[in-house]
């Protein structure tokens, strides 16, 4: 909470002083508002910015009006000797303090001080503390007189204001999917809003279109230095005036290090849950202990194992991606999470398959459309099998290899024979198959002869000795079938009457030659 003394204190330094003050100086400042002589509202505020006034007069009584605490008036001061008499009674009569600011002084970087001050002191009643979006979204509504939405670079809604009146459907829409409509962006991005906020900092007017429900929008950047971190949307049908455009870049600032703030707090929490999260799936003695630090119940778990990449940009989707997988706080997300390497990896209560499957869409759907997104999910374990589970989730991902059509999460569930065969053929390309035996010499003897035998040999052991469903699956006879049999005997000892030997064929043909 900002006082009027703290307030007078931090002014100071940019060319204000106190000329009056009936008022305590401890008294509490929540709320800004600024004049405007085309608003024809009534506004309310701690804090009354008498921008354009004629008199220090007629801003005390704007103020008063207001029930302002204190104004801050910009012009020829009056002398604290010989003060002017009716601006004097009517601050003691209204109980409005008089800041006074030097004339060379810009309104734009005074709103932008008084409003960062105010708002960074400012508690809603919600509890939501200090640096809450919410409650500069809706101070800034106050002083624009339209409702405001902050977004982040991705048209994620941040916070947005309590002021709904007139909210066309497009902000409705917004507001409840918490993102911006797909529609709405493809417009935006058509008319190159979304590139003016990467090169300017300047608010710009983007016209209504009743088509997607859309009215009126200024737009301004929000930005740390260079990098681009978001964006404040204000709903009106035409233009701002230039003193609220005044207002809206200074907010920018504001915002921007409200944003900094959260994303520096938020970092610092990322990285103890991604240590902690990496100890859990490589493996640690005091697992129970760890999963309490985390916040997560007792019970089982699955790993979860996620890369993303935009094209050939792989750094950046990921960090897209881990960025999502730890929004919110705690309490208000399943899982727990960290970016090794190029993995995301994410450790999620529950032991139903399906529901890892929905987190996985979550967070697809929250990222662009241009990124693709590969995920594996391993078996159900208990905290200490959890190693197991981000292996078996690994192995997941790398069948997305061999499944190069596959978009939807691979659970070892569902993949623990493909994995195997996997595992198998890892073994084999490391040198540790047979050299020889009965596959490698009907091989040698297809490559010679331009004969069939390795596919005539594989769809006989399929079909499990069925000749009439293996000559259909080669689209031949069953006599066709008998023939290479007895032809194959003759280039090798197959002894197909051996369960065993049929067994390692079958392993040693899905390792070696996989099924079309």
Known sequence: MVTLDRLVNVLGGYGARLWCCPVSREVALRDVVMHDAADARDLRGDVYLAVGTESVATAVDLAATARASVVLVRGSAPDPAAPDPAAAELAERGGVAVLLVEPDVSWGQLAGVVYGLVLEGRETESGRGPTDLFALADSLADALGSAVTIEDRLSRVLAYSSRQHLADRARLETILGRRVPEPVRELFERRGVFGHLAESDEPLFVEADPEHGLTG????????????????????????????????????????????????????????????????????????????????????????????????????????????????????????????????????????????RAWVRSIREALPRQVTMLAGIGAGAASAELPASRLEADECLALHAVRPGTKSAI??????????????????????????????????????????????????????????????????????IRYRLRKMAEVTELRLDQPAKRLAMIIELAVSDPAP
């Open 411 to 480: 659970a070892y569930d569902e993949a623990w024979d493909d994995i195997l065969v996997q595992r198998l053929r890892a073994a084999a390309a490391s040198g540790r198959a047979p050299a020889r035996g009965p596959i490698t010499e009907l091989r040698r003897h297809d490559s010679a002869n331009a004969t069939s035998y390795v596919a005539t040999l594989r769809a006989w052991l399929e079909a499990q000795g069925d000749l009439a469903e293996a000559a259909e699956r080669l689209e031949v006879h069953p006599n066709t």
């Open 217 to 356: 929008r200024m737009v301004v950047a929000v930005r740390a230095g260079r990098e681009l971190l978001g964006s404040i949307w204000v709903e009106c049908d035409r233009p701002l005036t230039e003193t609220r455009r005044a207002v809206l870049r200074d907010s920018s600032r504001t915002v921007g290090l409200h944003l900094l703030r959260s994303r520096a707090s938020a970092d610092l929490e990322r990285q103890v849950e991604s240590d902690l999260v990496i100890r859990l799936v490589e493996g640690t003695p005091d697992a129970a202990a760890v999963l309490s630090r985390l916040g997560l119940p007792p019970g089982r778990f699955r790993v979860i194992a996620l890369q993303v990449h935009i094209g050939d940009e792989r750094h950046a989707a990921l960090l897209l991606a881990f960025e999502r997988a730890t929004t919110g706080f705690g309490w208000s997300r399943p899982g727990r999470s960290t970016l090794f390497s190029n993995t995301v990896y994410t450790v999620l209560p529950g032991d139903d398959v399906e529901a890892a």
